[in-house]
């Protein structure tokens, strides 16, 4: 699926739950509809660390087009570890980061490579 945009609602969602599992990573991974990414896909079984988080791929669900993950670093850097680009690597193509204080500032996407990644950012109605 060709990616185009993220919705900015999600990232709010994300922090939320990156605030709520802190000072533990938060991770999950993201699915898009029609090129946006607009959905958390929480998979059973995840394990949320003070200096890592894990899932396991076993547990997507079938019918979700999952396009990347998101996390969190308990500290104040959205900089991906090497762990992160080995995780990056086998793992969709968008990859979002966000740290404290887990904010619409605090966030940066990256891409399989561990690139920066530029979508534009949208608001989807409720």
């Known amino acids: 699926m060709m990616v185009r945009a993220i ?5 709010d ?10 000072p533990d990573e938060y ?22 660390g003070d200096s890592h988080s894990f899932l396991s791929m076993w547990m ?3 019918n979700c087009d999952i396009v990347g ?3 969190s670093h308990p500290g104040y850097s959205n900089e991906p570890s090497d762990a992160d680009l080995d995780f990056f690597s086998n793992m969709g193509g968008y990859h979002l980061i ?6 619409r500032g605090s966030w940066r ?15 989807r109605p409720f």
């Open 69 to 71: 993950s998101a996390h």
């Open 7 to 11: 919705d900015i609602n999600l990232i």
């Open 27 to 48: 991770l999950c991974t993201l699915s898009a509809e029609d090129g946006v990414i607009n959905q958390m896909v929480l998979l059973p079984g995840t394990v949320y």
């Open 13 to 22: 969602e994300i922090n939320e739950c990156a605030r709520s599992v802190h």
């Open 60 to 62: 997507a669900p079938a």
């Open 98 to 103: 966000t740290c404290m204080p887990y904010d």
């Open 109 to 123: 996407l990256y891409d399989s490579r561990g690139e920066p990644a530029d979508l534009e950012l949208v608001s």
